[in-house]
Each structure stands twice: as structure tokens, then as C-alpha cells.
């Protein structure tokens, strides 16, 4: 808090800034000297070593992080609540806080384990006596892991059931996975099957799974795809980041995201809610994670053939099939496991807090910032990170507020999503309570959830028109350490591509749905982006940080080996602070419709590869080139007349005609009708792609299915409905960045 | 031409209101002087009498008049295109032109009935003999109705077939005529059932029939239904307006609108396209419309019992049942009849004309004015009317516009659409290919079909926030005749309520599917009206001017019977030009939010009759009530807003904030998601209501379906779910509304 009020102090923005961005020239403002720059005020860099740093944060800049992350705070816990009263206080802060704040309550369908009832799995003799039970938490290893608030593991939204029966080593229990056990005549039929994290999403394992008969599913994290291998007390936490053995890795086994009983609309009180036994998306049958300290006694007595190599892992044994154990090995041949799972479905009342900064000139234009709340235990990583940036950009932002020297030209709506963890529910129910709003008025949104994955360099996904802006920010601010290099050209050194347009620039990855930012830009289409600093990939190859949704994401963890110092944090702050000022404050909106064209480019160059196939199907690729080409043109053209009227003087008309083109281009990409079976996915260009052709996802999905189903005359017809529906979209975004009187 | 081009030289619009919207408070206009409004250009009023205006007219103004309806130009024939180079000429005039016109072209699927296998109805005896055959074509009366150019009778998107079975009939052929002669004991398999027009859609005629196995459809006009009972050949046309024995509705049966191939995109050649097997929204069966002269020999031979009162007409019969002929008639008691249908599905080119007039201020707002150019036969009325309305708007503005004394503030948008008469599809095609942008950007769509219907009074059916607009423009202009009245003071003497908020007022109706207006308010959510002059309801109960869709819909009829002098043009030219120039050129938006109030009040009011049913599922009206008052609220508010606005002067991009809210308001309640089976269908206040209560469509018609399934979970469940869906949308309208950095 000191350094970073320190800032404030020392460095508030003059008042000549005060409405920076009406009538001011954007370009203009990389080339300003880096200390006039807001972003500046965001945990000022310090100088110090990393022991020196780490104490001194903890001393001065850490109180609140600790504050965040001190006890656990599931989602709707009496924490949680105690979180969004912290969160509404400080955005109501008479001295730092924003113009006004307040909650939103949604009754959303989550599941718990069953406290009198804990879940279960156990090793069973033929006569049903327990030889073997897995923890039913984790080990207390620091004293940070016990205590009536840490949720025990389980998988969120997996029925209860007690099945047993034989178990099976299903690798990440993918639809090929299950294949290849069928083909090797492994029986799945009745059987438990033990599968590793990864590959496919959670709730797919047991999907999967239960098509083949399989009655109950295990989930464990193998030291070869978290730890790089190690596995030993010594080598994991607390003496290194490495996951324990006892640690177990909580999550959301829900298929969609929202709230299960409301898709679509928001889940108020009073709103209609399917019948739970009506809602789809849960996995059908039970399924519990356990820690890789159990998966070895159960995955190390194996019985069966010798899995594939790539099957292998790093518990240090060989990995059979099964079904069943080994005849030499620690349990009776015939013993089987036991999955007991007692999960509970239950509405409960989940809060988000909104906090808005209102824009001097065009307070209808939002620029939103976000992050979730809620975390499986601690979170300190997951999401504390994130909120601490969160709530240092909000008060930085609200004392210059309060100040008076400063307001921005548009809106900023800050967030503190509920229930996140769940499946993104509380913004996935923002978006639909405010639909209508959020479509004719948002500029973008950011989402910083972890924001410190590892302390290497910037991480950023996104749409292509954020690029630009965020390329801006991160050239202008110094990296963490010692390099003297800027985040920019830090981050170009471990993420980079050859653009076509650019040269060699840092890689901005894709936006999926891995946090709140999949409702804004798949069932909204607003440009958006998730920000984090994160590990150097050369010297891990672990799936996401070691303790990522276990007991052990704690503070200590955080402050000894993700971020000592908290200097990645500050540069997250930094960056993300300088887009959300260059968002809200820019003249014209800092949204470089023209980097789709690559992108557009990329998708069009793997669709030349079907030409041929498709050709014979009498489907044309003509009209998706010409498409294509006709948004390079608009995108061209409009870039240069925002260049021509950045040399003038401009009419606040002719500003907001152009900033509106470039607002809701991303807009133009949805399709309520193109994606019938996916819940929310309306973005032709960002939906699911689930074919093997890097293209557009829908014709690369069809296309897939046609290739699999033969010759099958719907399916190709699906294929150019798809090409259709791109071509449809495209032409409209080209539409719409055309001059705007031009028929 | 010459009087209305007289006003322009008389009249132009000063050049101090060059950019009259900027900065101009609109309510003070309707204070101005008649004499200044550029809507007093449109056809200048004459005083002539009757006998005398219709000379001058047809020597002054007719000529355009004339040549839109001297040949036939049923879509995409020659003539039909030859009109759209007229249009295209005109709106690309050096001297009275638009800023920019063209045309946009789209591959439809249209049906047209065989030239080699003329469609027939034949009455044959037991061995197959012909004992009587319906007429081909039109009787030629006036000379007009000749040609090669006139297409036959028939029923579009009717399929090919010879059915032949008895005859029956059916009376309107909906649900409840079927079940009523089941009910009697009628036996309707493998019949041939002749149907009145009128009660129920054409289509739906063939889908019910279809459901009792009738094999084949017979529709006729009884002239109890459109000539106020007169039948006699002295009695009709050419001596009065009345449909002549031999004259044939013709009509499309297709069930949806917009392109049958191409459902929710734009029909482009390379576009996708269902295979027309796949296609749905087709009749079922073979059937095909006739005179009343030949349904006469039928309907009047008809055997079995007396149809019931109700079902009787004006042919001078008793109306039996059937099955089959009577015993002392024209046929032996077992003749039947053959239906021979011989349409053919083509897929043809269609164009759209567009003309733009580039606003001054505004560009990227576009108030749009539409209407259809082709015809069944000679469409003098349906659509010459509207064409010549439409021509005559363009060239007034286009002249002040190429004079350099005139632009609007916002963007005018002119549209000539195509194939209309087989279901709207031109217009349905431009709302695909141009959906974004127009969800964007469009203000309102005026649309004027067929502009007079008879001379009597103003009809308009629109959205609430349209009726404000219509009022003051109606309130400015004198009616035509000697009354001495306004359009607004005789309008109300013919069609009124009673306003809760505004004492007598006339009456708005509400906007179904029967223009090109439908996708404009159902699929894009645009404010739209329709405008016309029409009768007095008092002096016939025709269900629509006697020759529509006939070949008697000619120059003569209008020129003679319908309009004479054209005052009912001009008037109708004059108001919704003066709508066009009061949306495209006020500060701002005459759009009335407020006036929805009434509408949801009303559906309100309807929903409350349910209360005790709907309590007694659990399903509570209470945030409906919440909902409803949320959205009076934010609406009073803003409109206090703006009237303070207009007090001083106003920020240019506080105004525009203001007119998105006012824009976009429509928008709001659209739901993709409400409705999923009805194709375009989204607005959940205008959507098809099929229940009996006068609520919200989707409310209505949930409730309908859960009370005649009984106690139904799944019914009831639907209704709470469109009660939802209308609880969010009242809501994300009220935020729309609400000041824009409210929370």
C-alpha cells in the first residue's frame, strides 16, 4: 500500500490530462516520457534484491494480498461474502474509491461434497473389506492446509454413486484413449477407470468414459506432467513449487458454463430453472480426484498388459492397464476399488460487486476489468493475484478520482466475479442480466485472473485487435529484474511469431474458456483479453503452477516461489493498467481492426488445403476468398482515414462514428444460429474448433465430421453452411468498417 | 409530376436549414408554419373537383403512376427488371437524384405455374369424363386483362399433383372448420375440399386440410367477404370497385417469410441452399385458387347437410357440406373433382433497389423507407401505390438535395424491394446480407406498400415509439376533401382509443407479417410502420380492396374507383414524408420510449386475468410487475432528461448517447433463444400470438398450450420460461434506458 500510494503521491497525472483523450492524438502518446504515464502509479518498481524485495513487500505492499488469500473462500462461503464487503468498501472509499459500487446477486445451482458423508475411494477385497483408503485431504505440511474451511477434493457437479468394480488405467481418458483400450480388449464394461489430469476437459473424462460402460472415474495430477518429474517430499512443497504428493487438484466437471439451471438468462430468484435432473453438462457418472500419493498404491499394482509409452508417468513404476491388480503386488488379484461420492447440489446466492468510474465524454462506452473472486481453497495464486492487481488499479484510479485531477473519457466497470470457479457463473450471468446494454456499449473487456502464473514474462490472449494496444503498453514499461529490457522486449524472447504484417512480434495467444472472459467475447462478441505474467517454457513443462486448485496455493507459496517481491505482479498492474488508460482514455479507440486480417488470412491459407475435397463436393472457396479480401480492403481503408483525421482537428461526431465501427466489429462475428449445440459459442471465428484443419472452427468442425461420415450428402451440406455462415459474417464486418454512407 | 415539381421550385427549403437538426429544438417545429415543411412539396394539394383532379391528374402526376402499372411485373420477369432500371435511373438522376443508388441481386427460390400444363379444375363423372371446367384466366373486361404477361391463378409454393376425390366444404379451412366437420360426421379422407379466403393464412388452408387427409384445396373470395354481397357482372368492376365473378386472389402459401432456401442468410448465389425437399413452410398438398363465378357451379351443387350459418356467403345458395354433389344438381351425385396443379419451384435472380441520401451529421444513422415493386398482375394498387409514393419522396428530397440547399442530419436510406408477393423476400435477403450494420445503425423503417387502399382515412400499424411521430406529422397536414380537416382530426373520427395517458387518440395497430416491415421489427428489432390510406370500415366489410391481387388491380381501378385525383396519394406522400424528414432530420429522435408503457400495461393488465391459474403452478407475476414499473420509470426519466436537454444547447455527443438509448430501445427485446421454433421471430412483445389472452406473445401462447395439455410439468414449465425471457427483456430495456453510467 505505501510504495503504491507513494505514486499517487509523487506522481498524480496533471490536470491538463484531465480529458486526455478528447481531441489528442494516440500515437503521439507511446513517444511521451514513461513517468508522466499513469501506469506508472502501479506498485512503482523498485530496485532492491529479490530477499530484500520480498521482505519489504510483505512489509509494505503485501498486507492486502495476504488479506485476500488468508483463509479460504469458496465460492458463497461466509469468506466469499466477507470478500465482497472488502471489495465494496474500498470501491466506496470516500479518499480512493470509484463513483459508485454495488453487488449483484444471483441463486445459481453449485455442488458440494457431503460434509457427514465424505467421499471415498478405497481398495476392496473380494469380501468387501477396505485394504487401502486414499487421504481424504490433503496433508497439513505448514499448517496452512487443515481447517473446517478447506474443501476436501472433490469434482464439482459429479452425481453421487457408489460404484465399484475392477480398475482400468484410461491415460487422460480421451475419446482415443478408450479406443485403444477397446482395441487392446482391455474390458471397460463395469469397470473403475484411473485417468491423469489433461488432454481433454474434466467433465469429458467421464463423458467418455461412461460410453463404454465404465461406472465410476478416478483423476490424478502425475509428477511428469506438473512437477517435471519430481514426486519426493523433499523435492515438492514447501521446499520447492512442486506439487505434494498429497495434493489434489479441485475443479468444475460442468461441460457448459453459466449457471447450470438458467442458460441464457439470468439466474435471478424468480427466474425459470430447469429441473436439475433436466440441466445437462453434468458428468454422468461419479468421479473423484484423488492426490498422486494414492494414484501410485492404486496405478503401481496394475495388473494387465504394459500401457503405451506415452501412457507412462512419473510415479516410478510401470504403468499396466489392468483391468484389475497384479498378481504380486500389494492387493488380492481379485480386489476391486471403491468410489463413494456424495456431492450435493444446492442453490446458492452468488455475488459479483461492480464498481464504476463514470467517463467525462462518453460515459456510455464501458471499458470493463475483471476478475473472479471465489477459489477452491486459499487461492492465493487462483485467483488473489488477480484481485490484488485488481483492487491496486481501482484505487489508484479512485484517489485520482477523488482528487478530482482526473476522470476518464469513457467509463471503466470494474468486476469481482462469484463463482467462477464453478464454471465463470457469476459473469457468465452478468452477461445475460445486462445483455442488451453490454452489446450496444462495451468497448472491451480485460480479464486478469492468476495474474502471476510464474515470474518469466507477459502472457496475453486475446482477440487480434487488442494486439496493438497491448503491444503499446508493454513496450512502454520496464520488465521485472534486472535486464533493463522492456516487458515487450522481454516477453518477444520466450512467445514470439513471424507476422506477416509486422516482422517478429510477441504471440497473443487465443481466448477459449478457461476463465470470465469466454461469456464477453463468445456469447457477446466484445474484443477481449486475459492478462498474466507466467513461466519461462524452457525450464518447465508443467501443465499450469504445481498447486493450481489444491491446499497448497497459498500465500507462502506465492511470496517464496512465484513471485518474490510481488515485481511481476507490479508488472502485470502496469500492463494492464496502461490498456484498460488507453481503452478508456484514447481519442479514437486503440483497437487495430486491421490485425484480424492476419488472423482471417491464416484460417483462409489452411482452407485452401480443402479446395480439392470440398471442390468434389461442388463447395467453392471464391466467395470466402473475395470475403476475405473485402475486409482486408475496409479494414485498410478505415485504418487510413483514422490516420488522416488524427491530423486535424476532428469533429466529436466523426470520432465516435469511427470508434463505433471499431467497437462493435467484433460484433459483427456472431451468429445465434451458426453453433445450434454449443451454449453461448456464437463467434464464427472463436467457437470450439474440434477438426484438425486450423480454420475457420465451423467449417473446420463440419468439415471433420464429413470427412469421418463419408460421403454422407447432409454432412456436407452442413460443411457449406458453415463456409456460408463465415462468408455471411465476414461480408458484414466488412460492411460495417466501410465508410458509413457507402451502400 | 408538374405540380409536384412546382412546390419544389415554389418551396425549397431555405438554406439556413441546410443542417435544420443540429442544434434545433423539434418540438418548436411543429409550430412552425405548414408552409415551410418540405413534406408540403409532396404532391401539392389542388382544390379541384373530383371529375376535374382526376383529368389534371392524369395529365400532371399520373404519368409515373401509369407507367408503374401498364404491364404486369410479377417478380423477376422482364418487366420487373425493366422497373428496376427505372428506379435506378431515377435515383441516379443528375437533377433529381440520391446521393448514390444501386442495386443488390439475390438467387430466390420463386414458383410459377407451368405454361405448357396450364393448372385446371375439373368437375368428371365416374368414367373420367369432363362435365365442367373452371376458368384459366381472368375474364378480359376492360381490355386489360389479357396477355401474355398475366400470369394465371394459382397458389405459389403449392406442389404439383392431380388429386381427385369428392368435394367438400370447408368453410375457412382452419383448425376449427376441420374439426367441426369431423365432428359431423364428414368425411374428409382423400377429399377435395373448397375453402373460402380469409380466418386463417393461405398456407395454413392446405396444412390443416392435409392433417384429415384431404388430398387436394380449392380457395375462392365469396363476395359476402369482399364485395359487401354484390356478385352480378353490373354490379363489379368496371361499374363499381367490386371483384368481378371470374377474378382470382392469387398469393403466396408459403408459411415463412424470407427466401425459402436460405433461412438466416442472405440468398446469394454461392450461399448455402437447403435442397428444396428439406425445405419446410410448403403446403403440403396441391391447391389452387378460383373465381367465385366457377365456385358458384361448385359450392351451389354441393350435397349433404346445410352448413352451419356462419359458413354461409354470398353466392345465392344454400351451402352444403358435401361430401360430393347433390342429387338434383348440374353433376351426377358421383362426380368429383380433379385438381390439376402444375407449379414448378425455380430458383430466379431478384434485385433490390437501394438509394442513399448521405446525412450531414449523423451518415451512420440510416432512417429507412421501403416498399415492394412487384406485382401479381398489373399491381396498380398492390404496390404502384407505395411505388409512386416512394418515387415521388426521392425525387423532392433528391431535387432540394442536388440543388445543394438540403441534407439531412441523418442518413436517408430509399429501398425498391423484390419479390415481395411470394413472401417478403427481398427485404428478408437485404435484413441477412445487411444485419449488422442495421442492428447497428438503422433509427426506424418506414414502409408504404400499398399506400391507398380507399380514400377515407390514415391507417398505421407500428411500434409504440412510432405513434408520436405519425401524430405530429398527421397533426401538420390537411386531409384531402373539403373537411377542412387534418389528417390527425380526421384519422381519429374513423379509427380511436382511449389513451390512458393521452385521452382519445387514433389508434396504431400493431405490425404482423403482412409487408416487408416483418424482418425490419421481428428479426432486427428496427421501430417500423406501415402507412396507407384506407377506408371507412363503416361503408363495407371487404376484406381488402375487391381486386387484390387480380388482374383487375389496374390503372383504371385506381384511377377511377380507389383515388380519384390522387388526393389519398398525396396525402399519404405528404405524411410519411414528413415522418421520413422528422426521424432523419430532429436533434432529437422523435421516437416516443415512453409510449411502450401502454403496450406493457395493457399485456400486463391480460397477464393479471391469470394470476390465480398461474399462482397455482407456482409461477409468480410479481417480476413482471417489477419489471414493467422498472421500465415506466427509466422511461418517464428519460424523457425528462430530454426535455431539459432541449432546454439549452446541447452537447453534439450528449445527444447522440441520448439517441442510442432511443435507437436501440427496439432492439431490447429481442431474444434468439424465445421462439426457437419461428423462423426470424425474436421481439417478445410482436411475435405471433396463437393463445387467446392479450398478453405477451410468448406468455400467451405457453399458457394456451399448458392449460389444453392439462397439468403438464413440461407446458408449465414453458410458460415460466417465456415469462422469463420477457422479465429479462423488460429489464435489459430498462438499463437501455437508464441513465447510461448507472450501474
Known amino acids: 500500500m505505501g510504495a503504491a500510494g507513494e505514486a499517487v503521491q509523487g506522481e498524480p497525472w496533471s490536470s491538463d490530462t484531465k480529458r486526455s483523450g478528447d481531441g489528442e492524438d494516440p500515437a503521439k502518446e507511446t513517444e511521451r516520457e514513461e513517468g508522466n504515464r499513469a501506469d506508472e502509479m502501479f506498485w512503482k518498481p523498485s530496485d532492491q534484491s529479490t530477499e530484500r524485495r520480498r521482505v519489504i513487500c510483505c512489509e509494505q505492499r503485501c498486507s492486502r494480498f495476504r488479506e485476500l488469500s488468508k483463509e479460504p473462500h469458496l465460492a458463497t462461503s461466509p469468506r466469499d461474502e466477507a470478500l465482497v464487503q472488502l471489495l465494496l468498501q474500498r470501491w466506496q472509499d470516500p479518499e480512493s474509491g470509484l463513483d459508485s459500487a454495488r453487488t449483484t446477486e444471483y441463486e ?115 509428477p511428469k506432467d506438473i512437477n517435471d518429474g519430481k514426486s519426493l517430499p523433499n523435492e515438492t512443497f514447501p521446499h520447492s513449487w512442486c506439487l505434494p504428493p498429497s495434493g489434489v487438484e479441485r475443479g468444475s466437471y460442468f461441460e457448459y458454463f453459466g449457471d447450470p439451471l438458467t442458460p441464457y438468462l439470468p439466474a435471478m430468484p424468480s427466474s425459470f430453472r430447469l429441473n436439475s435432473d433436466n440441466a445437462s453438462g453434468f458428468p454422468p457418472i461419479p468421479i473423484q480426484p484423488i492426490g498422486f500419493e494414492d494414484a501410485q498404491v492404486l496405478l503401481c499394482n496394475l495388473g494387465g498388459n504394459l500401457a503405451p509409452a506415452d501412457w507412462q508417468g512419473g510415479l516410478g513404476c510401470d504403468y499396466n492397464l489392468g483391468p484389475g491388480f497384479r498378481s504380486n503386488g500389494t492387493f488380492p488379484e481379485d480386489s476391486q476399488v471403491n468410489v463413494s461420492v456424495h456431492n450435493r447440489l444446492e442453490l446458492r446466492n452468488s455475488s459479483n460487486v461492480l464498481g464504476i468510474i463514470r467517463g467525462a465524454v462518453e460515459p456510455d462506452r464501458y471499458v470493463l476489468y475483471g476478475n473472479h473472486r471465489d477459489s477452491w481453497v486459499h487461492g492465493a495464486v487462483d485467483p488473489s493475484t488477480g484481485t490484488a492487481v485488481l483492487l491496486e488499479l481501482s484505487r489508484v484510479l479512485g484517489t485520482l478520482l477523488k482528487k478530482g485531477t482526473w476522470r476518464p473519457r469513457r467509463s471503466i466497470v470494474f468486476a469481482s466475479w462469484g463463482a467462477e470457479e464453478f464454471g465463470l457463473i457469476g459473469s457468465t450471468e452478468f452477461t445475460e442480466e445486462f445483455f442488451s446494454k453490454l452489446q450496444e456499449r462495451a468497448v472491451a473487456y480485460i480479464n486478469v485472473d492468476i495474474s502471476v502464473f510464474a515470474n518469466a514474462t507477459l502472457r496475453v490472449q486475446g482477440t487480434p485487435p487488442i494486439q496493438s494496444v497491448v503491444f503499446s503498453a508493454a513496450k512502454q514499461i520496464s520488465a521485472p529484474g534486472s535486464s533493463g529490457l522492456s516487458i515487450y522486449d522481454n516477453w518477444i524472447r520466450y512467445y514470439n511469431r513471424s507476422s506477416s504484417v509486422y516482422g517478429l512480434v510477441p504471440s497473443v495467444g487465443t481466448l477459449g474458456a478457461g476463465s470470465d472472459y469466454a461469456p464477453f467475447i463468445h456469447f457477446l462478441g466484445i474484443s477481449s483479453m486475459d492478462i498474466a505474467y507466467t513461466y519461462d517454457r524452457s525450464k518447465t513443462s508443467a501443465r499450469i503452477y504445481p498447486t493450481y486448485h ?194
Open 550 to 743: 489444491t491446499a497448497f496455493d497459498t500465500f507462502d507459496y506465492v511470496n517464496k516461489f512465484l513471485d518474490p517481491g510481488f515485481t511481476s505482479h507490479q508488472a502485470v498492474a502496469r500492463t494492464a493498467g496502461s490498456v484498460l488508460l488507453r481503452l478508456s482514455d484514447s481519442l479514437f479507440l486503440p483497437l487495430n481492426v486491421s490485425d484480424y486480417s492476419e488472423t482471417l488470412r491464416s484460417f483462409l491459407q489452411a482452407a485452401e488445403n480443402l479446395r480439392v475435397p470440398l471442390e468434389q463436393h461442388n463447395i467453392s472457396l471464391g466467395p470466402l476468398v473475395t470475403a476475405v479480401e473485402k475486409f482486408e480492403g475496409a479494414a485498410t481503408s478505415l485504418n487510413q482515414r483514422i490516420a488522416t483525421l488524427q491530423k486535424g482537428t476532428s469533429d466529436p461526431l466523426q470520432v465516435r462514428m469511427i470508434n463505433d465501427q471499431l467497437m462493435l466489429l467484433e460484433r459483427t462475428f456472431l451468429n445465434s444460429q451458426a453453433f445450434p449445440e454449443e451454449r453461448y459459442y456464437s463467434h464464427v471465428l472463436w467457437a470450439p474448433r474440434t477438426g484438425s484443419v486450423a480454420t475457420f472452427p465451423g467449417l473446420s468442425n463440419a468439415y471433420s465430421q464429413a470427412e469421418s461420415t463419408g460421403h454422407e450428402p447432409a454432412a456436407w451440406a452442413e460443411v457449406q453452411r458453415q463456409l456460408s455462415i463465415v462468408v455471411a459474417a465476414l461480408e458484414g464486418a466488412a460492411a460495417t468498417l466501410r465508410p458509413v454512407a457507402d451502400l
Open 108 to 222: 445459481v445451482l453449485l455442488s458440494f461434497p457431503s460434509e457427514e458423508q465424505p467421499n471415498r475411494v478405497d481398495v476392496v477385497n473380494s469380501t468387501g473389506a477396505i485394504l487401502f483408503s486414499c487421504r481424504h485431504s490433503e496433508e497439513n505440511l505448514t499448517g496452512e492446509q487443515g481447517g473446517p474451511n478447506v474443501v476436501p477434493p472433490y469434482a464439482a457437479y459429479a452425481p453421487p454413486g457408489t460404484p465399484q468394480g475392477p480398475l482400468v488405467y484410461a491415460n487422460q481418458g480421451s475419446e482415443e484413449d478408450f479406443k485403444e483400450l477397446q482395441n487392446k480388449g482391455v474390458k471397460l464394461q463395469d469397470s473403475i477407470v484411473l485417468t491423469r489430469y489433461g488432454g481433454v476437459g474434466r467433465g469429458a473424462k467421464a463423458v467418455n468414459a461412461a460410453k463404454y460402460g465404465v461406472i465410476g472415474v478416478l483423476v490424478y495430477t502425475d
